[in-house]
Structures are given as C-alpha cells and as structure tokens.
C-alpha cells in the first residue's frame, strides 16, 4: 500500500508542497470555532459568536471563485502571499477588536475581510497535483492523501484550537492558526517550481467553455455534503447531550472522520476499474444509506460503532467528485473549477447545522438525523444528473511529470 503513496510523493518537490499545503490549512477547522469561543468568552453570548463566525463563513464562499480565478490567470506564486496578508491583518485585527470591546461592527467586518481572503490552500494544492502528474491512477492516489490530509486536519483543528482557548487564552487558538496559516501559506506559494503554468488572461469569448453540465451537480453534492456534515456534527453533539454523555461527543465525531480517514488511505492504493462517475454515485448511495440508521439508535456506544463505517463512505466520495472535476474542467480554469465545489461544502455546513437545530428544538436529536439523510438524498441525486462533456475520458496532455 505504502508503495503507492510513495511513488507519488518521490516526484520532486511534491512531497514538500504536500506538507507545507498541510499546515498551511490548520486554520479551516481553527478560525471559525476559534472565533466562537473568543467572542463568547468576552460577551457571553454564544449567539453573537456563532453571528461573528457565520459572517467570516459566508464570507469565504462568496469569494472563494474569484480567488479561484484570479489563482488561475496571475499564479498561486503571486495571489496567494496577497491573500494571506490581508487575511493575517484582518485576523489579528478582529482578536483586538474582541480584546479591547471595540464597536461590534467592526468585529463583523473584520471578520469578513479574514473570511473573505483566507487562502484556497486545499485547491491550489490539487491543482499542483493535476499539473505534476498525468496518469488518472497516480493523480487518483493523489487526491487520495489530500483528502487524507483534510481529515487530518479537521480531527486535529477543532481539538487544538478548544485546549488552547480554554486552557491558555481566548486568543490562544486562533493565534496559533494565524501563524500556521501564514507561515504554511507563504513556504507552500515560495515554491514556484511545482507551480501550476499562470493562464494568460483572455477575451471571454475566447476562454475555454466551463462544462457547466458537470460542474454544476458537482458543486451541488458539494453543498448537499457540507449540509449533511453541518447536521450531522450539531445532532451529534446533542444525541450526547440528551444523554448526559456530552463530553463523548468528540469521540463520536472523531471516530466518524477516523472511519473516512481510513477509507481514504486504502482508496488511494486500490487501481480501480471504475471511473470517478461511477465510485461518485455509489459513494453517495453509501453516504445515504449510512445516515437513516442513525435515526433509530438509542445507545451512544452503537452510535460509534455506526458512526466509524458510516464514515467509510465520505473520503471516497470526495475523492472521485474531485477526481472527475479535475477530469472535466478544462486545464486553464482548473483552480476556478475546484473553487466551486469548495464553495458548494463551505456555503452547505451552517444551513445544515441551522436545520439540524430547529429539528432538534421541535423533535429532539434522533430525528435531526433526518436533515443528513436528506442531504444525502439531493447529493444521490445530483451525482445521478451529472453529464459528462465530450471526451472527458480521456487523459491530461498538458502536465508535466
């Protein structure tokens, strides 16, 4: 298995932007619960911090294409470090704005300066991984470790950014994600040999065609999967609560990533004979199905158990609706491309957490779990209605190995 991995991470220079881009995306599961339980310890509301942190949220899907974009025409080498210096001002702005009570005003429109230009960190990196190698397999495996990294990062994120605000400071944690971010950030764009080639800026009529016809329900499984993580991780925490084992909430949590983390290694070393279509729609049947027994579960130790192989069902769904993207969009709007399915899971998490709450207040958290499987449903559906352009079979000819 590990030889898989290891041929990959043998190109020059991949192995390096791998780990940088590693670090460098700590702070997408740091900064927002960084932000709630800064701006709850110094007013006490947890509805103003989530308002402050839903800002930040929205924020960042409202920019992240254009991020996408500019990341195509001018380079990740000259975006990127303008990106993530507005972003460390604003950021560290807001946490004095919250140390010395400033007007709230300017805490919200701090925080949507910082959401609005945090790095695309996640798409830059698989768009190096689309530029270095050119067999479907290896990019495959590839994508695999990405989404490896992302579970990584969101198990260990939320943990350390919870003991260094409870246990240091407020700030603590966001600090500490200020500075990976930035430093991740700035080492992953000084790279330039492993660069994706910067796409000269042309006349619309004379760009390549977006295949609308597949980016579009992508982006829409997308979004139905952030709204089925968002539900899913708030039921969660209230399953625990209603029986007085909150504090196991986490475990449960990390044991679903922990199923998908695993999933994800073993799907980057298998050769598969399916394409990326085909693993899309059977991962969201998966996804699907794994959520309605949930409904029914009583027992928080059942809950774990199912959690972990439900959670076997969400890296290789991500993996093939990135794989098949990567395969349809053309080169010179790659980075834009992915920005809309990163778009599509970011813009899908609160209205799923909004809808698991309400379902929680009216019927309590079992059947909370409902808003999942019905996130899983739209996202089956989706998959089903995703219409392949013309020869997107075939392989990249522009990469270089």
Known sequence: MLTTYRRILARPGTALFSATGLVARLPISMVGLGIVLLVEDASGSYALAGAVSAVGLLANAAFAILQGRLLDRLGQGRVLPV????????????????????????????????????????????????????????????????????????????????????????????????????????????????????????????????????????????????????????????????????????????????????????????????????????????????MLPLVFIDSVVVMGAVLFVAGFAIAPTLIATMSLAERVVPPSRLTEGMAFLQTGIVAGVAPGAAFAGVVIDAHGASAAYLVSFGGGVVALLAALAVRLPTGASGRRTNVSS
Not at 100 to 110: E, M, N, Q, S, V
Not at 149 to 173: K, N
């Open 83 to 290: 990106v993530i210096s507005v972003w460390g001002v604003a950021l560290a702005l807001l946490i004095w704005s919250v140390e010395l009570d400033w007007p709230i005003a300017a805490t919200y429109a701090l925080a949507a300066v910082s959401g609005a230009a945090m790095p695309s960190v996640g798409t830059c990196v698989r768009a190096r991984w689309s530029h270095r190698l050119s067999d479907p397999d290896e990019l495959q495996t590839a994508f695999a470790l990405e989404a490896v990294a992302d579970e990584a990062v969101y198990i260990t994120g939320p943990i350390l950014v919870t003991v260094l605000a409870t246990a240091v400071h407020p700030a603590a944690g966001l600090v500490t994600a200020l500075v990976s971010g930035a430093l991740g950030t700035y080492a992953f764009a000084a790279q330039r040999a492993t660069e994706p080639p910067v796409q000269p800026r042309t006349l619309a009529a004379d760009r390549a065609a977006m295949p609308w016809g597949a980016v579009i329900p992508l982006t829409v499984v997308f979004a139905c999967l952030g709204l089925l993580f968002g539900a899913a991780e708030v039921t969660t925490v209230a399953f625990t609560e209603e029986r007085d084992t909150k504090a196991f909430a986490g475990v449960l949590l990390a044991l679903w990533a922990a199923g998908s983390l695993i999933a994800g290694v073993l799907t980057g070393a298998v050769t598969w004979r399916r394409g990326p279509e085909q693993r899309l729609r059977w991962g969201a049947l998966g996804m699907t199905v794994a």
